[in-house]
Protein backbone atom coordinates (compact mmCIF):
# COMPACT_ATOMS: atom_id res chain seq x y z
CA UNK A 1 0.00 0.00 0.00
CA UNK A 2 1.93 3.53 -0.98
CA UNK A 3 2.28 6.05 1.99
CA UNK A 4 -0.11 8.57 0.02
CA UNK A 5 3.10 11.30 1.43
CA UNK A 6 2.04 14.60 -0.04
CA UNK A 7 3.73 14.67 -3.65
CA UNK A 8 6.00 18.32 -4.57
CA UNK A 9 5.24 17.35 -8.03
CA UNK A 10 1.49 18.09 -7.30
CA UNK A 11 2.32 21.52 -5.58
CA UNK A 12 0.44 21.80 -2.90
CA UNK A 13 -0.24 24.83 -0.86
CA UNK A 14 -1.97 26.71 1.62
CA UNK A 15 -3.30 30.22 2.35
CA UNK A 16 -1.69 31.85 5.80
CA UNK A 17 -5.54 32.47 6.35
CA UNK A 18 -6.39 28.66 5.74
CA UNK A 19 -3.87 27.00 8.88
CA UNK A 20 -3.79 30.02 10.44
CA UNK A 21 -7.95 30.38 10.53
CA UNK A 22 -8.92 30.97 14.62
CA UNK A 23 -12.20 29.25 14.45
CA UNK A 24 -14.30 32.79 14.28
CA UNK A 25 -17.89 32.50 12.64
CA UNK A 26 -21.03 34.84 12.58
CA UNK A 27 -22.21 33.24 15.85
CA UNK A 28 -19.11 32.84 17.44
CA UNK A 29 -15.79 34.08 18.51
CA UNK A 30 -11.91 32.50 18.17
CA UNK A 31 -11.37 29.50 19.59
CA UNK A 32 -7.90 29.13 18.42
CA UNK A 33 -4.97 31.47 19.55
CA UNK A 34 -3.77 33.47 16.40
CA UNK A 35 -0.10 31.99 15.16
CA UNK A 36 2.06 34.56 13.29
CA UNK A 37 2.86 33.84 9.13
CA UNK A 38 6.71 32.25 10.59
CA UNK A 39 4.66 29.54 12.87
CA UNK A 40 2.44 29.05 10.14
CA UNK A 41 5.44 28.32 7.80
CA UNK A 42 6.50 25.67 10.23
CA UNK A 43 3.40 24.01 10.47
CA UNK A 44 3.16 23.59 6.78
CA UNK A 45 6.96 22.61 6.75
CA UNK A 46 5.94 19.88 8.89
CA UNK A 47 2.83 18.45 7.31
CA UNK A 48 5.01 18.37 3.99
CA UNK A 49 3.52 21.14 2.42
CA UNK A 50 4.66 22.79 -1.23
CA UNK A 51 4.06 26.18 -0.61
CA UNK A 52 2.32 29.00 1.14
CA UNK A 53 -0.17 32.10 -0.69
CA UNK A 54 -1.07 35.01 1.07
CA UNK A 55 -3.15 38.20 1.12
CA UNK A 56 -1.64 41.24 1.88
CA UNK A 57 -2.64 41.69 5.48
CA UNK A 58 -2.32 38.13 5.76
CA UNK A 59 1.44 38.74 6.73
CA UNK A 60 1.53 42.51 7.02
CA UNK A 61 -1.21 43.85 8.95
CA UNK A 62 -2.89 46.87 7.15
CA UNK A 63 -1.62 49.45 10.15
CA UNK A 64 2.27 48.25 10.59
CA UNK A 65 4.69 50.61 10.04
CA UNK A 66 7.42 50.54 7.38
CA UNK A 67 9.76 49.14 9.86
CA UNK A 68 7.74 46.37 11.15
CA UNK A 69 6.72 45.52 7.97
CA UNK A 70 10.34 44.72 6.94
CA UNK A 71 11.10 42.80 9.86
CA UNK A 72 8.04 40.37 9.13
CA UNK A 73 9.09 40.07 5.67
CA UNK A 74 12.60 39.30 6.69
CA UNK A 75 11.14 37.15 9.12
CA UNK A 76 8.82 35.50 6.80
CA UNK A 77 11.33 34.98 3.93
CA UNK A 78 13.97 32.66 6.76
CA UNK A 79 10.66 30.89 7.36
CA UNK A 80 10.33 30.23 4.01
CA UNK A 81 13.76 28.76 3.42
CA UNK A 82 13.58 26.63 6.50
CA UNK A 83 10.52 24.88 5.77
CA UNK A 84 11.41 24.57 1.96
CA UNK A 85 8.52 26.47 0.79
CA UNK A 86 7.71 29.02 -2.21
CA UNK A 87 5.02 31.40 -2.41
CA UNK A 88 3.11 30.23 -6.01
CA UNK A 89 0.53 32.97 -5.33
CA UNK A 90 -0.24 36.35 -3.98
CA UNK A 91 -3.71 38.43 -3.52
CA UNK A 92 -5.28 41.33 -2.00
CA UNK A 93 -7.73 41.45 1.07
CA UNK A 94 -10.57 43.68 -0.38
CA UNK A 95 -12.87 42.45 1.82
CA UNK A 96 -11.98 42.85 5.50
CA UNK A 97 -11.58 46.44 6.08
CA UNK A 98 -15.14 48.61 6.74
CA UNK A 99 -13.30 51.26 3.76
CA UNK A 100 -14.63 48.04 1.37
CA UNK A 101 -18.24 47.61 2.84
CA UNK A 102 -19.88 48.48 -0.22
CA UNK A 103 -17.29 47.05 -2.89
CA UNK A 104 -13.65 47.46 -3.69
CA UNK A 105 -13.39 48.18 -7.77
CA UNK A 106 -17.02 48.18 -8.01
CA UNK A 107 -17.54 50.68 -4.95
CA UNK A 108 -19.84 53.66 -6.01
CA UNK A 109 -17.14 56.24 -4.25
CA UNK A 110 -14.70 57.00 -7.13
CA UNK A 111 -11.73 57.41 -4.48
CA UNK A 112 -12.71 53.84 -2.94
CA UNK A 113 -12.27 52.31 -6.37
CA UNK A 114 -8.88 54.34 -6.43
CA UNK A 115 -7.29 53.00 -3.40
CA UNK A 116 -8.61 49.24 -4.00
CA UNK A 117 -6.31 49.61 -7.09
CA UNK A 118 -3.03 51.43 -5.07
CA UNK A 119 -4.07 48.47 -2.45
CA UNK A 120 -3.63 45.74 -5.16
CA UNK A 121 -0.45 47.48 -6.75
CA UNK A 122 1.42 47.83 -3.52
CA UNK A 123 -0.10 44.21 -2.76
CA UNK A 124 1.56 42.65 -6.20
CA UNK A 125 5.13 44.66 -5.26
CA UNK A 126 4.70 41.99 -2.12
CA UNK A 127 3.51 39.13 -3.84
CA UNK A 128 6.83 39.58 -6.40
CA UNK A 129 9.23 40.19 -3.75
CA UNK A 130 7.92 36.71 -2.21
CA UNK A 131 8.11 35.72 -6.31
CA UNK A 132 4.84 35.02 -6.78
CA UNK A 133 3.58 34.97 -10.22
CA UNK A 134 -0.04 34.10 -9.77
CA UNK A 135 -2.18 37.03 -8.56
CA UNK A 136 -5.88 35.64 -7.62
CA UNK A 137 -8.70 38.14 -7.60
CA UNK A 138 -11.71 37.52 -5.56
CA UNK A 139 -14.26 39.84 -5.39
CA UNK A 140 -16.07 39.16 -1.82
CA UNK A 141 -17.74 42.61 -1.40
CA UNK A 142 -18.06 43.30 -5.31
CA UNK A 143 -21.98 43.14 -5.06
CA UNK A 144 -25.26 44.18 -3.69
CA UNK A 145 -27.75 43.68 -1.33
CA UNK A 146 -30.56 45.57 -3.21
CA UNK A 147 -30.06 46.67 -7.34
CA UNK A 148 -31.20 49.98 -6.31
CA UNK A 149 -27.87 50.63 -5.19
CA UNK A 150 -25.77 49.57 -8.18
CA UNK A 151 -25.99 49.53 -12.09
CA UNK A 152 -24.58 45.69 -12.69
CA UNK A 153 -23.69 46.89 -16.16
CA UNK A 154 -21.23 50.31 -14.59
CA UNK A 155 -20.30 47.20 -12.21
CA UNK A 156 -18.88 45.50 -14.82
CA UNK A 157 -17.05 48.50 -16.84
CA UNK A 158 -15.44 49.42 -12.79
CA UNK A 159 -14.36 45.49 -11.98
CA UNK A 160 -12.49 45.62 -15.81
CA UNK A 161 -11.09 49.21 -16.07
CA UNK A 162 -9.22 48.26 -12.34
CA UNK A 163 -8.02 44.71 -13.93
CA UNK A 164 -6.90 46.18 -17.28
CA UNK A 165 -4.89 49.08 -14.94
CA UNK A 166 -3.54 46.02 -13.29
CA UNK A 167 -2.72 44.29 -15.92
CA UNK A 168 -0.62 47.19 -17.21
CA UNK A 169 1.38 48.02 -13.70
CA UNK A 170 2.19 43.91 -13.89
CA UNK A 171 3.74 44.38 -17.06
CA UNK A 172 5.23 47.99 -16.55
CA UNK A 173 7.01 46.54 -13.32
CA UNK A 174 7.91 42.99 -15.68
CA UNK A 175 6.39 41.02 -12.89
CA UNK A 176 5.40 38.30 -15.13
CA UNK A 177 2.06 37.46 -13.05
CA UNK A 178 -0.66 35.65 -15.01
CA UNK A 179 -4.28 37.25 -13.04
CA UNK A 180 -6.55 34.37 -12.04
CA UNK A 181 -9.92 35.30 -11.04
CA UNK A 182 -11.76 33.37 -8.59
CA UNK A 183 -16.03 33.83 -8.69
CA UNK A 184 -18.42 32.85 -5.98
CA UNK A 185 -22.46 33.72 -6.04
CA UNK A 186 -22.63 34.88 -2.29
CA UNK A 187 -21.20 35.99 0.81
CA UNK A 188 -20.24 38.16 2.61
CA UNK A 189 -22.29 39.93 -0.25
CA UNK A 190 -25.74 39.22 -0.39
CA UNK A 191 -25.19 38.95 -4.54
CA UNK A 192 -22.29 39.31 -5.61
CA UNK A 193 -20.95 39.82 -9.15
CA UNK A 194 -19.30 37.00 -11.42
CA UNK A 195 -20.94 34.80 -9.66
CA UNK A 196 -19.45 31.27 -11.44
CA UNK A 197 -16.71 30.86 -13.08
CA UNK A 198 -18.42 30.67 -16.35
CA UNK A 199 -18.88 34.65 -15.76
CA UNK A 200 -14.99 34.84 -15.77
CA UNK A 201 -14.64 32.97 -18.83
CA UNK A 202 -16.38 34.98 -20.69
CA UNK A 203 -14.97 38.93 -19.26
CA UNK A 204 -11.30 37.71 -20.21
CA UNK A 205 -12.31 38.25 -23.65
CA UNK A 206 -13.49 42.10 -23.15
CA UNK A 207 -10.26 42.31 -21.41
CA UNK A 208 -6.72 44.82 -23.10
CA UNK A 209 -4.82 41.66 -21.88
CA UNK A 210 -7.21 38.39 -21.87
CA UNK A 211 -4.02 36.20 -22.55
CA UNK A 212 -2.39 37.06 -18.90
CA UNK A 213 -6.26 36.31 -17.22
CA UNK A 214 -7.68 32.83 -16.41
CA UNK A 215 -9.77 31.73 -13.22
CA UNK A 216 -9.03 30.11 -10.31
CA UNK A 217 -12.41 27.82 -9.04
CA UNK A 218 -13.13 27.02 -6.19
CA UNK A 219 -15.07 23.90 -5.11
CA UNK A 220 -17.28 25.37 -2.36
CA UNK A 221 -18.22 28.42 -4.43
CA UNK A 222 -19.50 26.76 -7.37
CA UNK A 223 -21.39 23.87 -4.88
CA UNK A 224 -22.90 27.04 -3.46
CA UNK A 225 -24.36 27.76 -6.75
CA UNK A 226 -25.73 24.25 -7.17
CA UNK A 227 -23.09 23.53 -10.07
CA UNK A 228 -21.48 20.85 -10.89
CA UNK A 229 -17.66 22.10 -10.07
CA UNK A 230 -15.78 19.37 -12.50
CA UNK A 231 -17.95 20.34 -15.71
CA UNK A 232 -16.87 24.29 -14.44
CA UNK A 233 -13.02 23.11 -14.12
CA UNK A 234 -13.65 20.80 -17.55
CA UNK A 235 -14.52 24.35 -19.19
CA UNK A 236 -11.25 26.40 -17.93
CA UNK A 237 -9.03 23.49 -18.67
CA UNK A 238 -10.47 23.29 -21.99
CA UNK A 239 -10.18 27.03 -22.54
CA UNK A 240 -6.49 27.34 -21.92
CA UNK A 241 -7.50 29.08 -18.30
CA UNK A 242 -6.98 26.98 -15.45
CA UNK A 243 -4.41 29.17 -14.01
CA UNK A 244 -4.74 28.05 -10.25
CA UNK A 245 -7.39 26.11 -8.33
CA UNK A 246 -8.85 26.63 -4.73
CA UNK A 247 -9.67 22.75 -3.75
CA UNK A 248 -12.27 22.01 -0.35
CA UNK A 249 -15.27 20.55 0.14
CA UNK A 250 -18.96 21.88 0.83
CA UNK A 251 -22.30 20.47 1.39
CA UNK A 252 -25.14 22.13 -1.21
CA UNK A 253 -27.21 24.56 -0.27
CA UNK A 254 -25.26 25.64 2.80
CA UNK A 255 -23.22 28.64 3.43
CA UNK A 256 -19.63 28.46 3.00
CA UNK A 257 -17.76 25.85 4.62
CA UNK A 258 -14.28 25.28 2.93
CA UNK A 259 -14.08 22.11 4.27
CA UNK A 260 -11.11 19.64 3.93
CA UNK A 261 -10.80 18.44 0.88
CA UNK A 262 -13.16 15.36 0.20
CA UNK A 263 -14.95 15.79 3.42
CA UNK A 264 -18.23 16.36 2.41
CA UNK A 265 -18.77 14.81 -1.18
CA UNK A 266 -16.05 11.72 -2.13
CA UNK A 267 -17.41 11.11 -5.44
CA UNK A 268 -17.17 14.82 -6.68
CA UNK A 269 -14.04 15.21 -5.87
CA UNK A 270 -12.71 11.78 -7.53
CA UNK A 271 -13.79 12.72 -10.49
CA UNK A 272 -11.79 16.21 -9.83
CA UNK A 273 -8.49 14.70 -8.99
CA UNK A 274 -8.95 12.24 -12.38
CA UNK A 275 -9.87 15.49 -14.59
CA UNK A 276 -6.89 16.97 -13.03
CA UNK A 277 -4.95 13.80 -13.41
CA UNK A 278 -5.97 12.88 -16.67
CA UNK A 279 -5.28 16.50 -18.32
CA UNK A 280 -1.76 17.00 -16.51
CA UNK A 281 -2.45 20.22 -14.94
CA UNK A 282 0.44 21.81 -13.68
CA UNK A 283 -0.39 24.57 -11.59
CA UNK A 284 -0.70 24.56 -7.87
CA UNK A 285 -3.39 23.01 -5.88
CA UNK A 286 -4.22 25.52 -3.16
CA UNK A 287 -6.69 24.02 -0.55
CA UNK A 288 -8.31 27.31 0.06
CA UNK A 289 -10.25 25.20 3.54
CA UNK A 290 -9.82 25.39 7.21
CA UNK A 291 -10.41 23.17 9.90
CA UNK A 292 -13.58 22.64 12.11
CA UNK A 293 -14.55 25.48 14.98
CA UNK A 294 -13.79 22.34 16.87
CA UNK A 295 -10.30 21.22 16.26
CA UNK A 296 -6.96 22.16 18.12
CA UNK A 297 -3.40 22.80 16.70
CA UNK A 298 -2.97 19.23 16.67
CA UNK A 299 -6.31 18.66 14.55
CA UNK A 300 -5.44 21.65 12.32
CA UNK A 301 -2.51 19.88 10.96
CA UNK A 302 -4.96 16.74 10.77
CA UNK A 303 -6.77 19.20 8.64
CA UNK A 304 -3.79 19.66 6.18
CA UNK A 305 -2.47 16.49 5.95
CA UNK A 306 -5.82 15.22 5.17
CA UNK A 307 -6.28 17.38 2.31
CA UNK A 308 -3.51 16.22 0.49
CA UNK A 309 -3.74 12.80 1.74
CA UNK A 310 -7.02 12.55 -0.07
CA UNK A 311 -5.78 14.07 -2.90
CA UNK A 312 -2.84 11.33 -2.76
CA UNK A 313 -5.35 8.37 -2.41
CA UNK A 314 -7.90 9.64 -5.23
CA UNK A 315 -4.83 9.97 -7.61
CA UNK A 316 -4.27 6.54 -6.91
CA UNK A 317 -7.80 5.54 -7.41
CA UNK A 318 -7.92 7.66 -10.78
CA UNK A 319 -5.28 5.64 -11.98
CA UNK A 320 -7.03 2.33 -10.76
CA UNK A 321 -10.12 3.27 -12.57
CA UNK A 322 -8.35 3.79 -16.20
CA UNK A 323 -6.48 0.41 -15.60
CA UNK A 324 -9.25 -1.03 -14.61
CA UNK A 325 -10.00 -4.07 -17.68
CA UNK A 326 -14.02 -4.27 -17.46
CA UNK A 327 -14.42 -0.45 -16.93
CA UNK A 328 -12.45 0.40 -19.97
CA UNK A 329 -14.13 -2.32 -22.03
CA UNK A 330 -17.61 -0.75 -21.02
CA UNK A 331 -16.14 2.30 -22.08
CA UNK A 332 -15.08 1.27 -25.74
CA UNK A 333 -19.01 -0.44 -25.91
CA UNK A 334 -20.31 3.23 -24.94
CA UNK A 335 -17.94 5.48 -27.05
CA UNK A 336 -19.03 4.05 -30.21
CA UNK A 337 -17.05 5.36 -33.60
CA UNK A 338 -18.30 5.51 -37.21
CA UNK A 339 -16.99 6.77 -40.39
CA UNK A 340 -20.18 8.89 -40.41
CA UNK A 341 -18.65 10.82 -37.17
CA UNK A 342 -16.04 12.37 -38.77
CA UNK A 343 -17.80 14.32 -41.73
CA UNK A 344 -18.74 16.67 -39.27
CA UNK A 345 -15.87 17.52 -38.19
CA UNK A 346 -15.06 20.05 -41.51
CA UNK A 347 -18.20 21.51 -43.18
CA UNK A 348 -18.02 20.87 -46.74
CA UNK A 349 -21.07 20.77 -49.47
CA UNK A 350 -20.19 17.23 -50.19
CA UNK A 351 -19.63 16.70 -46.26
CA UNK A 352 -23.22 18.02 -46.08
CA UNK A 353 -24.54 15.81 -48.72
CA UNK A 354 -23.24 12.91 -47.34
CA UNK A 355 -24.74 13.56 -43.91
CA UNK A 356 -27.77 14.53 -45.49
CA UNK A 357 -28.58 11.23 -47.46
CA UNK A 358 -26.55 9.05 -44.19
CA UNK A 359 -29.21 6.01 -43.32
CA UNK A 360 -29.37 6.96 -38.96
CA UNK A 361 -32.04 4.91 -38.26
CA UNK A 362 -33.14 6.69 -34.78
CA UNK A 363 -35.12 3.41 -33.66
CA UNK A 364 -32.28 1.59 -33.76
CA UNK A 365 -30.03 4.06 -32.27
CA UNK A 366 -32.08 4.43 -29.23
CA UNK A 367 -31.79 0.48 -28.86
CA UNK A 368 -27.79 0.80 -28.39
CA UNK A 369 -26.93 -0.12 -24.74
CA UNK A 370 -25.94 2.53 -22.62
CA UNK A 371 -24.48 -0.05 -19.30
CA UNK A 372 -24.59 2.92 -17.14
CA UNK A 373 -25.18 1.48 -13.86
CA UNK A 374 -23.01 -1.46 -14.02
CA UNK A 375 -20.42 1.28 -14.69
CA UNK A 376 -21.02 4.13 -11.90
CA UNK A 377 -21.59 0.51 -9.47
CA UNK A 378 -17.90 -0.59 -10.68
CA UNK A 379 -16.70 3.53 -9.97
CA UNK A 380 -18.26 3.43 -6.44
CA UNK A 381 -16.83 -0.42 -5.86
CA UNK A 382 -13.12 0.92 -6.98
CA UNK A 383 -14.02 4.06 -4.12
CA UNK A 384 -14.81 1.61 -1.86
CA UNK A 385 -12.20 -0.36 -2.13
CA UNK A 386 -13.30 -3.39 -3.46
CA UNK A 387 -11.79 -4.08 -6.78
C1 LIG B 1 -12.07 32.91 -0.63
O1 LIG B 1 -12.40 31.67 -1.16
C2 LIG B 1 -10.97 33.57 -1.41
C3 LIG B 1 -10.06 34.34 -0.51
O2 LIG B 1 -9.71 33.46 0.53
C4 LIG B 1 -8.86 34.59 -1.37
O3 LIG B 1 -8.93 35.86 -1.90
C5 LIG B 1 -8.95 33.59 -2.48
C6 LIG B 1 -7.61 32.95 -2.66
O4 LIG B 1 -7.66 31.60 -2.85
N1 LIG B 1 -10.05 32.68 -2.08
MN1 LIG C 1 -14.52 29.71 0.01
MN1 LIG D 1 -10.91 30.66 -2.48
Known sequence: MPDFAPDSKLKFTFGLWTVGNIGRDPFGGPVREAISPVQICDLLGEVGAYGVNFHDNDLIPIDATAQEAERIKKDFKKALKDNGLVVPMATTNLFSDPVFKDGAFTSNNARVRAYAIQKTMRAMDLGAEMGAKIYVFWGGREGVESDATKDPVESIKRFREAINFLCKYSISQRYGYRFAFEAKPNEPRGHIYFAVTGSYLAFIPTLDHP?????????????????????????????????????????????????????????????????????????????????????????????????????????????????????????????????????????????????LGAPLDRVKLAEEPLPYERLDQLTMEVLMGVR
Not at 216 to 221: F, I
Not at 238 to 248: Q, T, Y
Not at 272 to 283: I, P
Not at 286 to 293: E, Q, V
Request: charged share 30%; glycine share 6%.
Open 211 to 355: EMCGVNPEVAHEHMAGLNFVHQVAAALEAGKLFHIDLNDQEFGRYDQDFRFGQANLKHAFFLVKLLEDYKYNGPRHFDAHALRTANYDDVKAFARGCMRTYMILREKAAQWNDDKEIQSLLKTINQDDPIGRVTKKFSSANAKKL
